[in-house]
């Protein structure tokens, strides 16, 4: 059986682990993962919640209540990508709102959040959409989505700014990320978006496109 980047980059002893962490959505929708550890040349994995793992680094957090600081939901049911896009989220400067895998466990998050970004295809199915207009309409989140389905999307999704393809790089996060932030606080048009972005909102009423 072929390994994966992931199983080869971390080494044989950990695949199972690594293949565990491809499929560890609950049936609620929530995010787990695998600590890992080493002891005495010894894996040892458990399950734990992503929040938590995450609450044990320093990612230099922003500083919540600061103008232009957002508490960011990551909507996706692919944990790595998850990780990866919280990561990024952090180094932007804004904060983790949590990380969901469905519909249901987004919408109870959703009370966290300033904004989110959302995928279209989650593990309770197609429901990116209706989750990412229900985030926004309801909850008054900030929405954008980030997926490999932009076809999906059709010509919008009423109420969000738009969509980000897949893979989605850091700076690119970073920078749908501040113009987001500045729409926020009433200064929309200045920042500049990610080229590959595609707006659902007349421009410039987000940001600037980049070059």
Do not use: W
Request: hydrophobic share 45%.
């Amino acid at each position: 059986m072929m390994m994966s980047a992931s199983e080869a980059f971390m080494g044989p002893r950990c695949a199972p682990a690594v293949r565990s962490l491809s499929s560890s959505a609950d049936a609620h929708g929530l995010l787990t993962t695998f600590a890992i550890s080493m002891h005495l040349n010894r894996i040892v994995a458990k399950p734990t919640c992503i929040s938590c793992l995450y609450s044990t680094r320093d990612f230099g957090r922003g500083q919540r209540g600061q103008e232009g600081v957002m508490r960011v939901l990551v909507v996706e049911d692919n944990v790595l990508i998850a990780m990866d896009t919280e990561q990024s989220i952090v180094d932007a400067g804004h904060e983790s709102a949590g990380l969901a895998a469905s519909r249901r466990s987004a919408l109870a998050l959703a009370t966290r959040a300033d904004a989110a970004l959302v995928d279209v295809n989650l593990a309770d199915g197609a429901t990116g959409v209706q989750t990412g207009l229900a985030l926004a309409r309801d909850h008054g989140l900030l929405v954008a989505f980030v997926t490999s389905d932009i076809a999906a999307l059709g010509t919008g999704v009423p109420g969000t700014f738009g969509a980000l393809p897949k893979p989605a790089l850091p700076r690119e996060v970073a920078n749908l990320l501040g113009c987001m932030a500045a729409y926020r606080i009433g200064q929309g048009g200045i920042m500049p978006l990610p080229r590959r972005f595609v707006s659902f909102a007349a421009e410039p009423a987000l940001g600037s496109r980049v070059a």
